[in-house]
């Protein structure tokens, strides 16, 4: 079991950054590849980013490609979602995911996560 807390959403203008932080605590957290999604109102909650769980491979969603990017640190058992060049369309609630794997990869289909956080909230105002 992992549990995992998210932090770090907020309001920001279009053309602004945030950092998501997703802290970890539990089983051993190199044992997780981590996601981040998201949702926003009247929505599904739609695949963001992945990273497999050295840190080796990642992968991204069309919309954000470019402008934001995962990583992680097994030491700390934290992983980070930066994001740039936000865009109203980037207002959700953010979560983040773990999902216990021997493999080196990284998962986009929020059902092979068996573990989620409370969620953060941003918005981005025009």
């Known amino acids: 079991q992992v549990n995992l807390v998210e932090s770090g959403g907020g309001l920001v203008q279009a053309g602004g950054s945030l950092r998501l932080s997703c802290a970890a605590s539990g089983r051993t957290f190199s044992s997780y590849a981590m996601g981040w999604f998201r949702q926003a109102p009247g929505k599904e909650r739609e695949f963001v980013a992945a990273i497999s769980k050295s840190g080796g491979r990642t992968l991204y969603a069309d919309s954000v490609k470019g402008r934001f990017t995962i990583s992680r640190d097994n030491a700390k058992y934290t992983g980070n979602l930066q994001m740039i060049s936000l865009k109203p369309d980037d207002t959700a609630v953010y979560y983040c995911?773990?999902?216990?794997?021997?493999?080196?990869?990284?998962?986009?289909?929020?059902?092979?996560?068996?573990?989620w956080g409370q969620g953060t909230q941003v918005t981005v105002s025009s």
């Open positions: 995911a773990a999902k216990v794997t021997t493999r080196e990869m990284a998962f986009t289909s929020k059902d092979q996560y068996q573990h």
